[in-house]
């Protein structure tokens, strides 16, 4: 299966521990293509439809429903994980996480 950056997948996150996101639900593929395509390993920002306007969160809309991408939550799974691919963000959406994560991470 080939993984390309921001795309949404299906992944089963459990097992967890606290306050991680669980279950399967949608994620966001961060890491970029050239680690997708070696690695055994993906990074994903989980999406959730229950959220606050969090200054680390973005707002999308997928499969008819509004929803956020969970920035706070980033981590990485394996490529055991995923269940499917379930689409691509919009341009404009990949554009508003790019400017989010730069907030968030760069200096």
């Known amino acids: 299966m080939e993984i390309k950056q921001?795309?949404?997948?299906?992944?089963?996150l459990d097992a967890t521990i606290?306050?991680?996101i669980q279950k399967?639900?949608?994620?966001?593929?961060?890491?970029?293509?050239e680690?997708?395509?070696?690695?055994?390993?993906?990074?994903?920002?989980?999406?959730?439809t229950s959220s606050k306007s969090y200054p680390t969160r973005v707002e999308v809309k997928h499969d008819n429903k509004i929803g956020w991408i969970v920035l706070d939550q980033i981590r990485t799974?394996?490529?055991?994980?995923?269940?499917k691919t379930l689409g691509l963000l919009s341009n404009l959406e990949i554009k508003e996480v790019k400017s989010k994560m730069k907030e968030i991470f760069v200096d």
């Open 24 to 33: 399967t639900r949608p994620c966001i593929v961060i890491s970029p293509n």
């Open 77 to 83: 799974i394996d490529k055991q994980r995923i269940i």
């Open 18 to 20: 606290g306050s991680e």
């Open 35 to 48: 680690m997708n395509k070696y690695l055994k390993t993906v990074i994903v920002a989980p999406m959730t």
């Open 6 to 12: 921001y795309e949404i997948i299906l992944v089963n």
